[in-house]
C-alpha cells in the first residue's frame, strides 16, 4: 500500500511539472530577417505543433507565403518546461532539431545542428 501511494504521489508530481509551463498557446516570435510571425502552437499525435498563423514585416502584417505552414514541430515535453522536437527556419527552409525552454511567457526556441554542438536561438513571447 506505501509503494502504491508513493508511486501515485511521484506520477501526480511528475504531470504537474510537465504541465508547469505548458508549450501551447499563441506566441510572437522574434524577428529574423525583418520579419516576425505569430504562431499558434497546439497538441498534434501525442506531441505539439506550431503553425504560422500571421507575420509581419516593417511593423504591418503581411501576406507571408508561410503562412499556414508548420515551424513547430513534433515538440513533447521532457519535464520541467523543457520540450524537444523539430523547428523550421524559414529564412533557409531548413529543419533543425530542436529544444524548448518555457518560463511564464516567455520560451527560447533553437535549432541545432551537428548532434547539437552549433545552435542558433530565439526568445519567443507569449500572448496567450
Known amino acids: 500500500m506505501k509503494t502504491l501511494a508513493l508511486a501515485a504521489a511521484f506520477a501526480l508530481s511528475a504531470s504537474a ?5 505548458p508549450i ?8 529574423d530577417e525583418g520579419a516576425l510571425a505569430i504562431v499558434s502552437i497546439a497538441p498534434c499525435g501525442g506531441a505539439f505543433c506550431g503553425t504560422i498563423v500571421k507575420t509581419y514585416k ?3 502584417e503581411y501576406a507571408s507565403p508561410n503562412v499556414g505552414k508548420q515551424i513547430v514541430r513534433s515538440m513533447k515535453a521532457t519535464g520541467g518546461g523543457n520540450y524537444e522536437g523539430q523547428v523550421w527556419r524559414p529564412a533557409n527552409d ?4 530542436g529544444k524548448a525552454t518555457v ?7 533553437s535549432g541545432c545542428v551537428a548532434g547539437g554542438l552549433i545552435c542558433k536561438a530565439q526568445t519567443w513571447t507569449k500572448l496567450k
Do not use: C, P, R
Not at 511539472?17 to 509551463?21: E, T, Y
Not at 501551447?24 to 524577428?31: H, L, M, P
Not at 518560463?103 to 526556441?109: A, F, H, P
Open 17 to 21: 511539472a510537465m504541465a508547469a509551463d
Open 24 to 31: 501551447e498557446g499563441i506566441w510572437q516570435t522574434q524577428a
Open 58 to 60: 516593417a511593423g504591418a
Open 94 to 97: 531548413k529543419v533543425y532539431n
Open 103 to 109: 518560463g511564464g511567457t516567455s520560451m527560447k526556441l
